[in-house]
């Protein structure tokens, strides 16, 4: 059974080229450090997993989980000694997508940078593409 990690909101990144990368989501060096913060907690947990769910006022969100291992049809993002599993699902929804961890005074959140998505909520927590 997972367990969900933390609150994720989605932002369209407007006028970004989608560059060629190995990998399908990319991690900045705060979204990297908060994540080891996390696992170190967790030593059962390797890595975490990213879905995608039908909810929210604009269709989609993503979730964010703790993984013991990865899933047969997950793909698999390692950066920087971080391991992010991507549930099959999600995998078209995230390309050329950046996870971010942001903090300012009032909240805390990862946010997913997606040129992709043509539209979202009000609050950020739902998306369609």
């Keep these: 059974m997972a367990s969900s990690v933390v609150r994720a909101t989605v932002r369209a990144v407007s006028k970004r080229k989608i560059q060629g990368t190995r990998a399908a989501l990319t991690l900045t060096p705060s979204a990297v450090q908060k994540i080891k913060q996390l696992l170190k907690d967790k030593p059962e947990h390797v890595g975490l997993k ?58 805390s959140e990862f946010v997913f940078n997606n040129p992709n998505i043509k539209g979202t909520c009000g609050c950020g927590e739902s998306f369609n593409i």
């Design 50 to 107: 990213v879905g995608v769910r039908t909810r929210g006022c604009n269709g989609l969100s993503y979730t964010l989980e703790y993984a013991k291992s990865k899933g047969d049809s997950d793909e698999e993002v390692v950066q920087d000694g971080i391991r992010i599993f991507i549930e099959k699902k999600a995998q078209l929804t995230l390309l050329g997508t950046e996870m971010d961890y942001v903090e300012d005074k009032l909240s």
